[in-house]
């Protein structure tokens, strides 16, 4: 998939190893409902690397997604001040898989503005690799602004 050129240039060694993270995990998804077999790579300013894939339940709205799964791992493998730096999302059947809203609500909680997230696209037909920065993809995220 080419590179839009007009994306936010990352190191391409370590974006194109975290999206091939998101691929290989991708393959252990369990969606029996949907056939829909998404990855989530997750870098985070650690310098660690977490995975994770979605997981449907008979119950659909139960259902994990993959950028969650990888999240809710994140947090239990190296604890609730990690931050995010670089998203990848994949999925296996060869369409675009752009982080849906729930999970990008999700991810600002850890993810400050300029973190990259990596997603295909599909245009004209073609995949495409995508990176945007976060803030672009969720402008106006949900804060909690309680008085005093
Ligand atoms: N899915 C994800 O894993 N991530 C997203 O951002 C959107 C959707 C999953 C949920 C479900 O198992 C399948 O893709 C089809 O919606």
């Given at each position: 998939?080419?590179?839009?050129?007009?994306?936010?240039?990352?190191?391409a060694?370590?974006?194109?190893?975290?999206?091939a993270?998101?691929?290989?995990?991708?393959?252990?998804?369990y969606a029996?409902y949907?056939g829909?077999?998404v990855g989530a790579a997750l870098?985070?300013a650690?310098?660690?690397l977490?995975?994770?894939a979605?997981?449907?339940?008979?119950s659909?709205?139960?259902?994990?997604?993959?950028?969650r799964?990888a999240l809710v791992?994140a947090?239990?493998?190296?604890?609730?001040k990690?931050r995010i730096r670089a998203v990848?999302v994949?999925?296996?059947?060869q369409?675009a898989?752009?982080p849906?809203?729930?999970c990008?609500q999700?991810?600002a909680?850890?993810?400050?503005?300029?973190?990259?997230?990596?997603?295909p696209?599909?245009?004209?037909?073609?995949l495409?690799?995508?990176t945007?920065?976060f803030?672009?993809l969720?402008?106006?995220?949900?804060?909690?602004?309680i008085?005093?």
């Amino acid at each position: 998939m080419p590179d839009r050129s007009d994306s936010p240039q990352p190191d391409a060694e370590k974006s194109s190893q975290l999206v091939a993270a998101a691929v290989a995990v991708a393959a252990r998804a369990y969606a029996p409902y949907s056939g829909f077999r998404v990855g989530a790579a997750l870098l985070l300013a650690s310098g660690d690397l977490v995975t994770g894939a979605n997981v449907e339940n008979v119950s659909y709205g139960l259902t994990l997604c993959a950028e969650r799964a990888a999240l809710v791992r994140a947090v239990a493998e190296f604890g609730p001040k990690i931050r995010i730096r670089a998203v990848a999302v994949a999925n296996l059947n060869q369409a675009a898989s752009p982080p849906c809203g729930a999970c990008r609500q999700v991810l600002a909680e850890f993810c400050s503005p300029d973190a990259l997230i990596h997603f295909p696209t599909l245009e004209n037909g073609a995949l495409v690799q995508q990176t945007r920065r976060f803030g672009e993809l969720l402008p106006f995220a949900f804060d909690l602004q309680i008085k005093p």
